[in-house]
């Protein structure tokens, strides 16, 4: 089993959609969460740190579920701009150390 | 702007050669760098941890002649694909930490896209 599992999607939406992504993942002592976003052909880029309590940034909204393990990512307002692979990240080990679930693909049409 | 610097951004060689990847961290000391590979649709995976003044810890199934890391100053570390052949061909991403702290658990490199004929 994948440490951090992702539907890979293509999520296909019209501009405007509201979109959610899930994320689950094995360990159980993990420590941080994050949401990054990659565009095709480039370095990953961090979206967004996932708190425990929730946290939202624009039209972006991040969830934690300790119990479940399990991260959400919630797109609302969808723009064309938005189109990329949004990856779920979770720093397990010590060390700094990040494992990168497979990523979504998002693709956003007008 | 950039806080980690990665060269070169392409490379384009024949089977057999070794290539040698760059990154640098710009303006913090970085005593632990991280080097990923990605293959077309899936996702970054760790290949090694780069540790200044001693040996890389690699990854299971990561085969540390192959894939020689050198992290001789606290701002560089390379990363040299030795006799590279076409199955190596890839998309290798480096990271860092900044000390300092923030809320970036690393700062990324632009990549390197390798292709070998």
């Known amino acids: 089993r994948k440490e951090v599992e992702q539907d890979p999607g293509p999520f296909n939406v019209p501009e405007g959609a509201t979109v959610a992504f899930n994320c689950t993942y094995s360990?159980?002592?993990?420590?941080?969460f994050f949401w990054y976003r990659q565009d095709c052909r480039k370095e990953p880029k961090l979206l967004m740190s996932?708190?425990?309590s929730g946290n939202e940034d624009g039209r972006f909204t991040a969830q934690l579920n300790r119990a479940s393990q399990y991260i959400s990512l919630l797109i609302r307002d969808s723009k064309l701009s938005d189109s990329a692979t949004y990856l779920c990240?979770?720093?397990?080990?010590?060390?700094?150390?990040?494992?990168f679930g497979g990523g979504t693909r998002l693709m956003v049409k007008p | 702007g950039a806080v980690v610097s990665q060269h070169p951004s392409r490379v384009i060689c024949k089977s057999g050669t070794s290539v040698k990847i760059e990154c640098r961290s710009l303006?913090?000391?970085?005593?632990?760098m991280f080097w990923y590979r990605q293959f077309p649709k899936q996702s970054l995976m760790l290949m090694a941890t780069s540790n200044e003044g001693s040996k890389a810890t690699y990854e299971q199934g990561v085969e540390k002649d192959k894939f020689l890391i050198n992290h001789a100053s606290l701002t560089l570390s390379t990363l040299t694909v030795t006799s590279a052949h076409p199955e190596d061909s890839s998309f290798y991403i480096c990271s860092a930490r900044d000390p300092r702290g923030g809320n970036q658990p690393q700062h990324f490199g632009d990549g390197t896209r390798l292709s070998i004929l």
């Open positions: 303006d913090f000391q970085a005593t632990t």
């Open positions: 996932v708190y425990s």
């Open positions: 990240v979770v720093n397990i080990r010590a060390g700094n150390m990040l494992t």
């Open positions: 360990n159980s002592a993990s420590q941080s």
